[in-house]
Each structure stands twice: as structure tokens, then as C-alpha cells.
T-cell receptor, first 115, second 110 residues
Framework: NAGVTQTPKFQVLKTGQSMTLQCAQD?????MSWYRQDPGMGLRLIHY???????DQGEVPNGYNVSRSTTEDFPLRLLSAAPSQTSVYFC??????????????FGQGTRLTVV | AQRVTQPEKLLSVFKGAPVELKCNYS??????LFWYVQYSRQRLQLLLR??SRESIKGFTADLNKGETSFHLKKPFAQEEDSAMYYC????????????FGTGTRLTIIP
């Protein structure tokens, strides 16, 4: 049972480059989300999805795109990387509200550096 | 808008002493509250949630709706409790966003 799998674990980008962070879950969770973790700022929500074909913006969506074509996958795209996007990124998934267990499960994180 | 506040960024406690990590929230409805923990070089994981009313690793947290607080407590700190702790809020229905506080880094002094 893999849970939430994120790839890659580490990435260095040059300013202006684009890339996609991958996230997959095998728990049939409806809800998936992306956070960035910065010192002193906790985890800030970038984008989230409540099901396939449905996405919405979180607290800090600028510079990021997402799509949810399947229940399992929720990739995060950086369109044109900037140094301000240097951070640790976490993907999370959970059942939606109303289900018995809404615990969020997290990936191991992606440490991204933009130079 | 939903908001979670953790006033202490850093907290150091001697081994065997009581621990209290503070969490206050603002939300107009009835939320679900969680504590998540991140041990060194590990992924975030759920520590406890207010609905289950259980004690995990000796930690408890009581939801105080009057004070809008969900403080995490443990009577006797252990060295393995050193970690980053995040309080989180999720609305019970409608908005699915899981909102985190800024986190408290707990260090247990041997």
C-alpha cells in the first residue's frame, strides 16, 4: 500500500524553466491538495481538488497550475520558475467531509530550488 | 475565512516536564480540528483529531468552542516528542480546505 507518492524528491531549476511535480495516491481519496512549506509560514495551500475534473485555488496559487484527470493523480505545474518558488512542496490526499475518516495523508515532499 | 494561529514558533521543554502547544482558530461554522506532526526526515502524519477524543503517544487535545482553542497537551515530555507540530482545521461540510497553522517546533531537553 503505497499511500501518497511524490516525485521527484529533489529538483534544481533555473529561473524561467518549467516543470511538473507528480503526485499519486492509491487510497481512492476524493480530495487532493498541494502545499508549500516555508520557514515561519507553515503549510500554505496552493491548489486543491475535490474530485476528478474539479480544481480550485488555495491561498498562494499564482505561478502554479493543476489538473485532475483521474482520481489517483494530481500534478502541479510550475509554468516559469522563480526564486520565490524555492520551497518544499507537499501533496496530500483525504476522503472528503462526511466520510468517517478525513485524515490527510502526505507525500514525502519535494525540495525545489530555483536559481 | 478560516484561520489557524499557533503563537509559539519554538518551544523547549525539559524531559519529564509538561508540554502544552497552543492552537487558536477562527471559523464561523463547526470545524474539524487536527494535530499533525513531522518528525525529523519523515513526512507529516496525523497525531490526533478532536472527533476521536483519544490519546496518542500520551498527547491529548480538547476542543474549546468558547475560546476557539485546540491546545495539545502531554503531562510528561519524552525526548522522542521533539518534532514540528501543526494544528489544522477543516470545515465539517461544504468547503473542503484543510488549513494549517504556522507550526511549533518542540525541542525536548534531556
Amino acid at each position: 500500500n503505497a499511500g501518497v507518492t511524490q516525485t521527484p524528491k529533489f529538483q534544481v531549476l533555473k529561473t524561467g524553466q518549467s516543470m511538473t511535480l507528480q503526485c499519486a495516491q492509491d487510497m481512492n481519496h476524493e480530495y487532493m491538495s498541494w502545499y508549500r512549506q516555508d520557514p515561519g509560514m507553515g503549510l500554505r495551500l496552493i491548489h486543491y481538488s475535490v474530485g476528478a475534473g474539479i480544481t480550485d485555488q488555495g491561498e498562494v496559487p499564482n505561478g502554479y497550475n493543476v489538473s485532475r484527470s483521474t482520481t489517483e493523480d494530481f500534478p502541479l505545474r510550475l509554468l516559469s520558475a522563480a526564486p520565490s518558488q524555492t520551497s518544499v512542496y507537499f501533496c496530500a490526499s483525504s476522503h472528503k467531509s462526511g466520510r468517517r475518516n478525513t485524515e490527510a495523508f502526505f507525500g514525502q515532499g519535494t525540495r525545489l530550488t530555483v536559481v | 475565512a478560516q484561520r489557524v494561529t499557533q503563537p509559539e514558533k519554538l518551544l523547549s521543554v525539559f524531559k519529564g516536564a509538561p508540554v502544552e502547544l497552543k492552537c487558536n482558530y477562527s471559523y464561523s461554522g463547526s470545524p474539524e480540528l487536527f494535530w499533525y506532526v513531522q518528525y525529523s526526515r519523515q513526512r507529516l502524519q496525523l497525531l490526533l483529531r478532536h472527533i476521536s477524543r483519544e490519546s496518542i503517544k500520551g498527547f491529548t487535545a480538547d476542543l474549546n468552542k468558547g475560546e476557539t482553542s485546540f491546545h495539545l497537551k502531554k503531562p510528561f515530555a519524552q525526548e522522542e516528542d521533539s518534532a514540528m507540530y501543526y494544528c489544522a482545521l477543516k470545515p465539517n461540510f461544504g468547503n473542503e480546505k484543510l488549513t494549517f497553522g504556522t507550526g511549533t517546533r518542540l525541542t525536548i531537553i534531556p
